[in-house]
């Protein structure tokens, strides 16, 4: 049965409408590690498709970004996202750390770019609330969540979860505005609904 | 007729020895503008096959970095390159333009790795020393000597001399690469060329 998306009107009528599922990569980008995972929407449902995490050998600085875009690219090609999400970043102490950090992100988007993704960023604070419902969660706080989000058997670990809650804070961010799109534009599409049915009746009653 | 690279011997022995063609791609790397260059290195002739300058439109990090990796792309595939070039940077004062320097050279970086090209990192010490002689040479000095190297009709604009002038830097430490190589090993080549010579010679004599 094809998944349904539920809209709300005012008056309290739920209308479902058919919402094909969408899948999301979230990104969890490091020159050492990095975290990936495909959450799969399905109306009101989130599934974990695949998670893990690329761990980057020692080497120069063009294989190691190399492995990273090469690696997603086939997470990419094998999951087949329809979006991806990469978590803003905020700069670190270290000046070195903050470049080294900056290029294995550019490696990340790009590997999603060249697959021919739009790739949305959110802010970890943005991120903590949607998944955990408290900007300053810690990350097994956000473990946990993302497990139970996603009715995993286990934790994921931290790279990996941070990835999986950058996918689920765009799925709940996609669904608020399709929300809005579908309430902004309710009334064409109730009037293109009725007309639908009154040519299917009008049909079904020259065929009788 | 093919390029030849002259090997010198402590006695005063001049060598030549076909060398193919090689071509260089430099970068220098920028969210805003990437600087690239083509360099051909023929015997002890250099020469510019391609440079510009790719300048990024406003717009989602993911588009921005979407630019730099395919214009570099088609930069490669037109050039065909067997090596890539990049400067290494010293760390901004400001955090932000660092993360977003990193950002665009990982970019630059993945492009060239995605066509097949190991890509090697000199200091901007080196590659002003290598090419102006003098490692805190001005932007104006780089240009200069990157259009008298390279014969060049007018001077490069910065970014594109600040890519040529790192394809030049490696031209000349391949060069010197090749050279130490040649002598560690010139015992054997030689001996494998007076072998060739006397088989050759057995040869012609036999058809005589």
Redesign the interface.
């Known amino acids: 049965m094809p998944s349904r998306a539920a809209i709300v009107f005012a008056n309290g009528t739920i209308l479902l409408v058919p919402s094909p599922p969408i899948r999301i990569l979230g990104i969890d980008p490091g020159l050492n590690r990095t975290g990936y995972g495909v959450v799969e929407v399905n109306g009101l449902r989130l599934a974990c498709i695949a998670t893990g995490v690329i761990r980057v050998p020692a080497g120069?600085?063009?294989q190691r970004?190399?492995t990273i875009?090469r690696s997603l690219a086939a997470v990419i090609r094998d999951t087949q996202p329809h979006v991806?999400t990469v978590e803003k970043?905020f700069?670190?102490i270290n000046?070195?750390s903050?470049?080294?950090?900056?290029?294995?992100?550019?490696?990340a988007?790009?590997?999603?770019?060249?697959e021919g993704l739009?790739?949305h960023?959110y802010a970890a604070l943005r991120i903590k609330q949607a998944v955990v419902g408290f900007g300053r969660a810690d990350k097994r706080q956000v473990q946990a969540m993302v497990q139970r989000l996603l009715s995993l058997d286990r934790a994921p670990t931290s790279d990996a979860a941070d990835a999986l809650a950058c996918a689920i804070c765009h799925a709940h961010s996609a669904s608020l505005s399709r929300a809005l799109r579908s309430k902004a534009s309710i009334a064409p599409r109730v009037r293109s609904i009725a007309n639908g049915r009154r040519a299917w009746t009008a049909r079904l009653q020259g065929l009788e």
Do not use: F
């Open positions: 120069d600085l063009h970004l190399g875009l991806a970043v700069v670190n000046p070195q903050t470049l080294l950090l900056g290029q294995a992100r550019g490696a988007i790009c590997a999603a770019v060249a739009v790739v960023e």
